[in-house]
C-alpha cells in the first residue's frame, strides 16, 4: 500500500513521467530520503518534488544511487549507473573466479562515479584497482566513493585522458580493463531521454559522429600495451554498433572475443583476452 508521501510524489509527477516511472520514483524516495516511514520534512518533501518536476534525475535529487546492492554518491559530474553496467560487472567477476594471481591490477577507464572498479575491488579483494578519468570533479566523486566503500583499501584514481598516449605512462600492466566510454554518437542524441541529455554529463555520453569508435579503438591499442598475456578488455557498448566493437578487437588481435547481451536482449557488452605467447 502506498504511503502518504508516496500518494503525494505519483499524483504530482505522472503527467511528466507517466504512472509506472512516477511509482518507481516515488518509491525511491519514500525509501531513501524518507527511510521508509521517517516522518517527513514538509520543506524537503517541496523541495524533492519541485527538482523532480524540472525533471532532474531523482538519483541526482537524493545524491545516491543504488548499483549492484550498493549505494554510490552521484552529482551532474558522473553518469548514473545503470542496471546494463551491473551486468557488465557481473561479467568480469565471473572471468575473475579463474585468475589466481594477486594482487590483480585492474584499470577502470572513464571511472566516473567508480562505480565498475569500485563494485568489483568490493566484491573481489584481491583487486588492486586503477581508475582514471578527465574530469576532476568525477574523481572527486569517485574519490569520496572509494573512501565511502572501501576503507582502508589503496585505491589509484588518477587525473588522465586515454586519448592522451603520455598519460598512459601513469598505467600500469594490468589482467584487466574495463571501460563505459562515450558511446552514442552526437546523431543519435534524439534518442536519449530528456532527463538524461538535459542533466547528465555530456562528455561521458557523446562521440563525435565522425568517429564514433575513436575510444574503443584508442583503448584497444592501450589495452595491447598494457594488459597482460592472457588478461581480458571489457566494454559496454552502444547496442548499435556492438557488432563493430567486436570485429575491432578482432582486428586488434585479441582472442576469445564474445558479445553479450543485456537482460533487455540489447547487445550491450563485448569482451576480448590477450593471447599468450
Not at 11 to 40: H, M, N, Q, T
Not at 123 to 134: N, R, S, T, Y
Not at 141 to 168: E, S
Not at 244 to 257: A, I
Request: hydrophobic fraction near 45%; include cysteine.
Amino acid at each position: 500500500m502506498a504511503t502518504d508521501i508516496q500518494t503525494r510524489l505519483i499524483s504530482a509527477l505522472a503527467p511528466r513521467y507517466g504512472a509506472g516511472e512516477a511509482r518507481a520514483i516515488a518509491r525511491i524516495v519514500w525509501e531513501d530520503a524518507f527511510d521508509f516511514g521517517r516522518k517527513p520534512d514538509p520543506e524537503l518533501l517541496d523541495r524533492i518534488e519541485a527538482r523532480l518536476l524540472q525533471g532532474e534525475p531523482v538519483q541526482y535529487v537524493l545524491g545516491e544511487a543504488d548499483f549492484f546492492g550498493l549505494k554510490f554518491l552521484v552529482n551532474p559530474s558522473v553518469l548514473i549507473p545503470r542496471q546494463e553496467t551491473e551486468e557488465l560487472v557481473a561479467w568480469v567477476l565471473e572471468w575473475l573466479k579463474n585468475v589466481y594471481e594477486t594482487p590483480i591490477k585492474l584499470i577502470d577507464i572513464g571511472l566516473g562515479s567508480g562505480c565498475i572498479g569500485i563494485t568489483v575491488q568490493k566484491k573481489q579483494p584481491a583487486i588492486e584497482l586503477w581508475g582514471i578519468d578527465k574530469s576532476e570533479a568525477a574523481l572527486e566523486t569517485a574519490r569520496q566513493n572509494a573512501a565511502c566503500l572501501l576503507p582502508g583499501k589503496t585505491v589509484h584514481l588518477l587525473h588522465a585522458d586515454i586519448l592522451n598516449r603520455l598519460d598512459w605512462l601513469k598505467l600500469p600492466q594490468a589482467s584487466v580493463i574495463v571501460s563505459n566510454p562515450p558511446y552514442i554518437p552526437y546523431t543519435e542524441q534524439h534518442l536519449v531521454p530528456e532527463h538524461v541529455a538535459a542533466h547528465e554529463p555530456g562528455m561521458a555520453l557523446f562521440v563525435e559522429d565522425t568517429d564514433p569508435l575513436l575510444f574503443y579503438r584508442t583503448i584497444a591499442v592501450f589495452a595491447r600495451e598494457k594488459l597482460l598475456p592472457g588478461g581480458a578488455l571489457f566494454f559496454e557498448c552502444n547496442e548499435f554498433n556492438a557488432q563493430e566493437v567486436l570485429q575491432l578487437l578482432q582486428d586488434q588481435g585479441f582472442s576469445k572475443v564474445e558479445l553479450r547481451k543485456d537482460l533487455a536482449g540489447a547487445e550491450r557488452m563485448v569482451m576480448g583476452e590477450l593471447p599468450t605467447p
